[in-house]
């Protein structure tokens, strides 16, 4: 019976089994194998198959990522506007005058929309730092806006002073 040398060659370049092995699997001896691996270079052709193969495997698990990633982000600003939404509605039901809330609510409604901001900004791929001289007007507005919150939280921290001066 003939030696099928396409299926010894594709065993080995294929596999991960060393010569011998394929040489045992078929039935044929080993130095014939391994002769005729090295004058047909089957080694150099299983690294490149195996290169090929890691470089397929690399590109399945990058679009996994990819496709996770982006299902994440999305969830992270879906997540983001919904607190911001939570924000607006407490903000509005005090009248949307910060006055009306204590320095602590406002606060923590700061604390809140910076989150949120934080998260919408990290899963669109954005630098969470305003350090970028390209700042847009909406950004100008929102950092006045929460400028303008902080401060009216700091006024209402300060305790009013309603005593009379001591005299002497």
């Known amino acids: 019976m ?3 040398w396409g299926a010894v060659r594709l065993a080995y370049v294929g596999g991960t089994k060393t010569l011998r092995e394929v040489a045992e699997d078929f039935g044929i ?3 014939g194998v391994m002769g005729r691996a090295a004058r047909e270079k089957w080694e150099a052709d299983r690294k490149h198959a195996s290169a090929q193969v890691s470089k397929a495997a690399e590109s399945v698990i990058i679009d996994q990522r990819t496709d996770e990633l982006a299902k994440s982000n999305e969830a992270n600003i879906k997540l983001a506007r919904a ?3 939570q924000v607006a509605k407490h903000f509005n039901a005090a009248g949307g005058d910060a006055a009306k809330l204590s320095a602590s609510e406002l606060n923590t409604l700061m604390q809140a929309v910076e989150k949120a901001q934080r ?3 990290l899963a669109l791929g954005a630098s969470t730092e305003n350090n970028s001289t390209n700042m847009t007007l909406k950004e100008d507005n929102a950092n006045a806006a929460a400028e303008d ?3 009216l939280a700091k006024r209402h921290e300060q305790p009013k002073d309603n005593s009379q001066p001591s005299q002497k």
Do not use: G, N, S, V
Request: hydrophobic fraction near 55%.
């Open 29 to 31: 001896k080993a130095a």
């Open 119 to 121: 998260i919408e900004r």
């Open 2 to 4: 003939a030696t099928d």
């Open 149 to 151: 919150f902080m401060r």
């Open 83 to 85: 607190a911001r939404a």
